[in-house]
C-alpha cells in the first residue's frame, strides 16, 4: 500500500528557531516557518514536541498543534515561542501542507544542544539570528 503512494518531496520551506531580543537576564526565542517557494502554501500545520533525558531522567514535553493557514510565498509565520529550557531535548517539528490539493509532510528535528551560539546565523526573509533547518540554502 505504502508503495503506491507518491512520494511528495518537501522543497524550499524551512523552520528556524530564531533570536527575536536579547536582554542582559534573558534571550527570548520564537520559532518560524519560512515559505522559499514561488507557490503559497496552503492549510499549513504544524505539531510539535520535545524529547530527551534531562538530569538523568527521560523527559516529554506536550505534544502542541498549530494551524497556521495559508502562507504565501516568500513569505513567514510564527510557530510558537519556544523556552531555553528545552534546547537541552530534542525539538521535532511535523510539518503538513497542501499545494495545487496535492499534500505534503516533513519531519524537522533539533538535536540537543544544536540551539547555541556557534551555530546562529542570519536567518533569510526574517534577518534575525537563528538556527535553520530545510529551505534551498
Known amino acids: 500500500m505504502k508503495k503506491d503512494?507518491?512520494?511528495?518531496?518537501?522543497?524550499?520551506?524551512?523552520?528556524?528557531?530564531?533570536?527575536?531580543?536579547?536582554s542582559p537576564g534573558e534571550k527570548v526565542w520564537h520559532v518560524?516557518?519560512?515559505?522559499?517557494?514561488?507557490?503559497?502554501?496552503?492549510n499549513v500545520m504544524v505539531s510539535s514536541k520535545g524529547y530527551?533525558?534531562?538530569?538523568?531522567?527521560?523527559?516529554?514535553?506536550?505534544i502542541l498543534r498549530h494551524f497556521i493557514g495559508d502562507i504565501d510565498s516568500g513569505d513567514?509565520?510564527?510557530?510558537?515561542?519556544?523556552?531555553?529550557?528545552?534546547?537541552?531535548?530534542?525539538?521535532?517539528?511535523?510539518l503538513s501542507y497542501y499545494v495545487n490539493g496535492t499534500i505534503y509532510d516533513k519531519k524537522y528535528i533539533f538535536?540537543?544542544?544544536?540551539?547555541?551560539?556557534?551555530?546562529?546565523?542570519k536567518i533569510p526573509v526574517l534577518n534575525k539570528p537563528g538556527v535553520l533547518i530545510g529551505g534551498n540554502n
Open 5 to 22: 503512494l507518491p512520494e511528495n518531496i518537501v522543497e524550499d520551506v524551512s523552520i528556524a528557531i530564531v533570536l527575536e531580543r536579547e
Open 111 to 121: 538535536l540537543p544542544e544544536s540551539i547555541i551560539d556557534e551555530n546562529l546565523t
Open 52 to 62: 530527551g533525558v534531562k538530569d538523568g531522567k527521560d523527559v516529554k514535553t506536550s
Open 32 to 42: 518560524y516557518l519560512i515559505n522559499e517557494k514561488m507557490t503559497p502554501i496552503q
Open 76 to 94: 513567514y509565520a510564527r510557530i510558537e515561542a519556544i523556552d531555553e529550557q528545552v534546547f537541552g531535548l530534542t525539538n521535532e517539528y511535523w
